[in-house]
């Protein structure tokens, strides 16, 4: 019995909230009145008194409930709206009776979460950048100076130590193109079947001479019969080029590199493992984040920008896969490991 009473209340409390039924309702106790009040006295002037009391008091209590209901969310949304397009990017709308417009200001505060979270990343954008920016000009201006003061001499080291920091520009500038890119989450793909194994091995060519140079193997294990997939193989060459490249970057002369490729449930797994400085558990997931590096010193005078595994995150997130690393700590080298649904 308690139950059946509290489903009622509960029932007659969200027919109170619905606006469209709170119409209705006004309408069903005016006539509820007319017929259980007025049906006994038809006619008399009694009848007619309570008849207008009843209609002016219904009329009047659905435009105070209106009001409260509809009218004050309202102005409230407009306020807000208003606010926030002035640059308040933390204005939120409270909780309200009605549900419809309760689902209204739960849509409008999503929104206002997605426009602050936006602005926040451009803040740090720009802010990241003007630090990214600022090393290579420094040198490159103290370099100058000590030019014209004459106390550099113009030989070919000081001008190759400006080129070096004037590639750097420019590799970050490409970088942050392909950043913007991935980060606008348009990234343009042309897939097609491609074999992964095949497409493995070009990049491996690609990347051969340098491991040749730094004297580290660059071994391959793939799984029998892979199948083909449908990817865009210009993305996928430009996540191995970075894992490859960074696997190389971080294993010492003598060690070795090894791209695994296997096929997992339904999706194609590649796996970079490499025996070189490892990752500490606390920063795996953070060198994904843009410009983020383990050892600042080190990256800089490898000359690193931190942006190449956010570049791929992306990458591989727009084919609907998977990217991650696993390390045993520093020391104990690393893995990368990346999924690519069939
Ligand atoms: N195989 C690896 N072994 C150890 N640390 C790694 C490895 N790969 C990446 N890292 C760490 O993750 C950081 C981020 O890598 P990411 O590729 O994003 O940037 P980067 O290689 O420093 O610069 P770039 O933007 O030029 O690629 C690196 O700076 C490094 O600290
Ligand atoms: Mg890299």
């Known amino acids: 019995m308690k139950g059946l009473v509290t489903s009622f209340v509960t029932f007659l409390l969200t027919f109170y909230r619905r606006i469209e039924w709170l119409h209705l309702f006004s309408y069903v106790v005016i006539v509820a009145a007319e017929i259980l009040v007025l049906r006994e006295i038809r006619g008399t002037p009694e009848a007619s008194l309570i008849r207008y009391t009843?209609?002016?008091?219904?009329?009047?209590?659905?435009?105070?409930?209106?009001?409260?209901?509809?009218?004050q969310p309202i102005q409230e949304m407009k306020r807000a709206s208003l606010h926030i397009a002035a640059g308040h990017y933390h204005e939120r709308l409270p909780e309200y009776r009605s549900i419809e417009l309760n689902e209204l200001a739960q849509a409008f505060n999503q929104m206002a979460d997605t426009i602050a979270a936006t602005e926040q990343r451009r803040v740090e954008l720009i802010g990241d950048v003007a630090h990214e920016l600022r090393t290579p000009l420094s040198n490159i201006r103290a370099t100058m100076e000590g030019l014209v003061d004459e106390v550099l001499e113009p030989d070919e080291a000081t001008f190759l130590s400006v080129q070096h920091e004037v590639s750097r520009l420019q590799r970050l500038v490409t970088q942050l193109e392909?950043?913007?890119i991935a980060e606008s989450g348009q990234i343009p793909l042309r897939k097609r079947e491609v074999d992964l194994r095949q497409l493995v091995g070009e990049v491996g060519n690609r990347l051969k001479p340098q491991y040749d140079d730094k004297g580290v193997t660059l071994a391959y294990r793939f799984a029998p019969d892979l199948p083909k997939i449908d990817i865009d193989p210009d993305r996928i060459t430009q996540v191995l080029v970075n894992l490859l490249g960074n696997a190389l970057q971080y294993t010492p002369q003598g060690g070795e590199v090894a791209v695994q490729v296997t096929h997992e449930g339904p999706a194609l797994t590649t796996r970079v493992i490499d025996q070189?400085?490892?990752?500490?558990?606390?920063e795996l997931t953070r060198i994904?984040?843009?410009?983020?590096r383990v050892d600042?010193?080190?990256?800089?005078?490898?000359?690193?920008?931190?942006i190449g595994l956010t570049i791929a995150r992306h990458l591989v997130g727009a084919h609907g896969g998977d990217i991650w690393a696993e390390s045993k700590g520093i020391g104990k080298g690393a893995t990368f490991v990346f999924t690519l649904p069939l």
């Open 288 to 292: 994904f984040e843009r410009f983020y």
């Open 276 to 282: 070189g400085a490892g990752i500490p558990p606390e």
């Open 54 to 71: 009843v209609f002016i008091g219904v009329v009047a209590g659905s435009l105070l409930l209106i009001r409260q209901l509809i009218i």
């Open 296 to 306: 600042k010193s080190r990256a800089r005078s490898s000359g690193g920008n931190g």
């Open 178 to 180: 392909e950043l913007s």
